[in-house]
């Protein structure tokens, strides 16, 4: 019996990436159920050649379903409703164009992916969610067919080696950090998390103030991972780190390695996350998987992704942030309480859940898993 194909595209994709690592993942899922798999794309970095092939490349005729993962727009529509196989869509949400600076490529790129959300939903036969948030998106834009399905959430990423960056090589090892992960954006708010760690800084001086033996704290630092989205957003945050007196306390490190990024999560503190829009937020899940209590604000997806796995915040306030860091840090019993909600709510996302709901939804689409038949 022929095996079928089922095949990705992407417009681009990126190393460390939450779409590319989705792209991967479910990559894994189908070869592991049984079809032939590859990822096709017109954007490769030159880390992942071989892991992705050009789209030039891809053969619709040889393909039973290509599964188009849309986060943006761009420029390769014709190149796809071109493509005459089977195509569902994966919608992976697109940050509000309201977020990016008026005038500039990336507002102008997510009022464009919205429109071709829209515009393409007669092109595919059925379309995929990794979140509530963004299923209810796909039926506002009109798709009839739809499902949320978190094809995101592979824990076995973060089991690899690990490697100390360069830039923690020179504090000292009882460091307590403080992290939070994601590309330098207007929607992802580090700014508050500056401002955050600055009172968190002042309650904790002020609590030894107080105290009749005082015991010095270890340092502390606040690392920000993340490549830069917006240069005029990302020298802003440099500013604000300057005018708080904070330049050996808070980091801006850029993009790290996968082997980096566990090596942080392990020796991590707290995560924080401050985002106001977010269509799943991955970082959060990785924290839980690495025993980190997570302190975050309610807004957007975050409450679904991260269920009972944290401290939600209603407040935007930023001494109200730096607040509940604090009790995290000193309430007796809640850090611990935290880390086993955090275990809990990854429960929600096992590997082999996501793979059995993954053949249930091919089955309703006809394309019923070779290991089944």
């Avoid at 792209?23 to 880390?47: A, K, V």
């Avoid at 030894?208 to 005082?214: G, H, K, R, T, W």
Wanted: proline share 5%.
């Amino acid at each position: 019996m022929t095996t079928k194909r089922i095949d990705q595209f992407a417009a681009t994709v990126a190393a460390g990436d939450g779409v590319t690592n989705g792209l991967l993942f479910t990559r894994s899922l189908l070869r592991d159920l049984g079809f032939e798999s590859d990822i096709y794309s017109f954007s490769i970095p030159e880390q992942m050649a071989g892991q992705v092939l050009p789209a030039r490349t891809f053969h619709s005729s040889q393909c039973d379903l290509l599964m188009y993962h849309h986060s943006m727009g761009h420029d390769h529509g014709p190149w796809l409703l071109q493509q005459k196989c089977k195509k569902a869509m994966v919608y992976h949400n697109i940050t509000p164009p309201e977020f990016f600076p008026a005038g500039g490529g990336l507002r102008r790129y997510a009022q464009l992916g919205l429109e071709q959300l829209r515009e393409w939903r007669e092109e595919f036969v059925h379309a995929l969610a990794d979140s509530p948030l963004n299923e209810s998106e796909l039926k506002e834009a009109g798709y009839t067919r739809s499902k949320t399905l978190p094809l995101l959430v592979d824990t076995r990423r973060l089991e690899g080696t690990k490697s100390q960056p360069a830039f923690m090589r020179h504090l000292p090892d009882d460091t307590r950090l403080y992290l939070a992960v994601g590309r330098l954006a207007e929607n992802k708010r580090q700014y508050l998390l500056i401002e955050a760690f600055y009172h968190l800084l002042q309650a904790q001086q002020a609590a030894q103030e107080l105290a009749q033996e005082p015991s010095p704290l270890p340092a502390q630092r606040l690392i920000i991972v993340g490549g830069t989205t917006s240069e005029a957003y990302a020298r802003g945050l440099q500013l604000h780190v300057r005018n708080l007196g904070l330049e050996d306390s808070v980091l801006l490190v850029g993009k790290c390695s996968e082997a980096e990024l566990r090596w942080l999560y392990q020796h991590a503190h707290q995560y924080w996350c401050a985002s106001a829009h977010e269509g799943f937020c991955m970082p959060l899940l990785e924290a839980n998987y690495a025993s980190l209590p997570v302190v975050t604000q309610a807004r957007s997806n975050i409450p679904d992704t991260l269920g009972e796995g944290g401290l939600l915040l209603e407040s935007d306030d930023p001494v109200d942030f730096a607040m509940a860091a604090h009790f995290l840090n000193t309430e007796p019993g809640l850090y611990e309480a935290m880390i086993a909600a955090g275990q809990r709510n990854l429960l929600r996302y096992e590997r082999q859940n996501l793979q059995t709901a993954l053949a249930l939804w091919l089955e309703q689409l006809d394309l019923i898993s070779p290991a089944k038949e």
